[in-house]
């Protein structure tokens, strides 16, 4: 209570002797956008890597159809990874730069013209190769969840 | 650096492709697996799982194709404008995805509560429906084992040789067997009906309220000797046990007592401790006379040789006579004391016992004076014949009608009863009469050697002693009933050798 009414004082001494002009509303010209698309891979990211623990700390990993969902859920988190790293280079930190180099080619080029990078961009840029495994598996865990319990439910855990 | 195109598109156009067709196969299962159990939980959620994962691919693939279209066409500037919607769209995917999963662990819980909670249900249902089933059966079974186990305690409630009593905490008997209707000499069980009060059976008031006492502290009482009187004023030592039952809701409190009758007991413990006194005494006895029997047979032979020798003054001669008379009568008392001891053998011969109660009646009412005392004589035909001192026998008998006699005023009756017990073996002889009655006081010192209630010189006070000692002799027992002012009745009650007595 005390320590509330010293910093509420504080601030109220602040307010009034050092003015700054009020901007009520705050824009959103810059790349905030790209910030939340990288945020909520990262969010993804913490998801994936919950579902994984939770289905080992639970012990559904026992069974084919929950292990393969749980790979499925490895392979997204690897993929979120992979995206994150794709647009730091180029949307978030402007690292790499890719143009079209004609009909069938594109020049990747790195600020420090780092060759090794831009082969790393160039695979990273193959996302979907992660991704698809990811879902897949997914479908794959669901298949064997539904010939497993049917017509049973799922089973009850013995913790 | 020159990377061919051809992969990032390849890939990026077929991966968008299966994106979409993975992620709707994927809901077509889940929709498949709820729609086997629609309210498993775990089923709706991967469902909105699925649901979520279709929308981000078809967001992302939708957006990544048309990229390619648009670039691939030339319209970059319809491609601008385009992006930021698909990249916003994408992110809320990603982030409705990521949220969706991030509820799985409280889904998971929540679905193995759902099924213990099932389970439990379940189980209890099974349970309703096989007591529904059987409940007739049961209800039978139990009422069948109820009756047997009410009819077991009953059994003991009424064989009980001891009196079960159940009463209120005022005391009001709820509830009495039938060895406590016969031990308090209550007939049927009306005395319930009438109010009966346990503490009404209780000759001191004091006991009740101890009985009371250690319920209210204790819970029950142990082995608690109480004086009970029953019907007819009699009082029965008892030991009360009892404890409380606290009653249901519906109940009223009750008490629960197991009375044991212990007077016969506590009868034939005085009866012993009269056998081992009167044991003592005669020993004692036995010893005093053996030791001044030697010297009166002295003195008496020395006093009969001086009678004999001439000369002697006729008073002199008088004194020696009362010398003689009254070391005689120390003889007699000492030999009397010796047949108490039991120091001699009896001789014994086959006898009728009928034949001497006749020879000693007849004896008596030649010398006594029986005139004004009815004498009744009531013999059971079966009495076999005795192996009996003859001599001794009729000396009891002789003591028992002369202290009858004395008891009974003019009018009054003397009535000798035999009766035998074929299955015991025992004979029993009653002699009694309807004199004064012997005080209770005095009826444990009856047998006592020179105790008397005749005035000094009137009696020894030896009679009864000897009788008792003789009787003991033949094996058998003799006892005493008396009730002032109805007279007494003594029973003699010897043992009948088979082989030998029969008739």
Redesign the interface.
Known sequence: MKIKTIFFMAASTCLVFIPNPVLATQGHGGIEGVYAHQLAHVFFIISMGGLIYWLKQRGLVRESGWRLIQLSAFFFLLWNLDAVFVHALDDQFKIIQLQHAGSWAVRITSVQNNKMLEGLYYLAKLDHLLCVPAIIFLYLGLKRLLADQSPRAPKQEHS | ????????WV??S???F??II??F??LR??T??RS??RN?V?WTY?LWL?YG?ALF?VSRSVGHILKRVLLFSGQQTAWRSIQ?YS??V???M??L???I??F??RI?IV??QI??DK?ALQSAHQKLVYLNQNLEYMVDERTRALTQSEHKYRRIFEVSKDMILVCRKDGQVVDLNPAGYKMLGLHAQRAIGNGMRLQDYLANDEHWNAIIEAIKTQGFISSFEVDLKNKEGRQIKALVSGSLDKGTGTTVDTIHFLVKDIEQRRVMERQMAQAEKLASIGQLSAGVAHEINNPLGIILGYTQLLLKSKGSKQERHDDLKTIEKHTRNCKTIVEDLLNFARESEPETDVVQIHDIIDDVLNFMQHHSNLVDIRVETEYDPQVPSLQLDEKKIKQVFINLIMNAKHAVDSGGMIKITTSFDSRTGLLSIMVADTGHGIEKKNLSRIFDPFFTTKPTGEGTGLGLSVSYGIIRNHGGDIAVDSEIGKGSTFTITLPVEKNKGDR
Request: charged share 10%.
């Open positions: 650096m020159i990377f061919s195109a051809i992969p990032i890939v990026d077929v991966g968008s299966l994106m993975f992620s196969l994927c299962l889940v498949k697996l086997q159990d498993n775990i991967l699925c994962l691919a930021p990249g916003a994408n992110t809320l990603f982030v995805v990521a949220s999963t991030l799985f662990e998971w679905y193995q099924l213990k389970q």
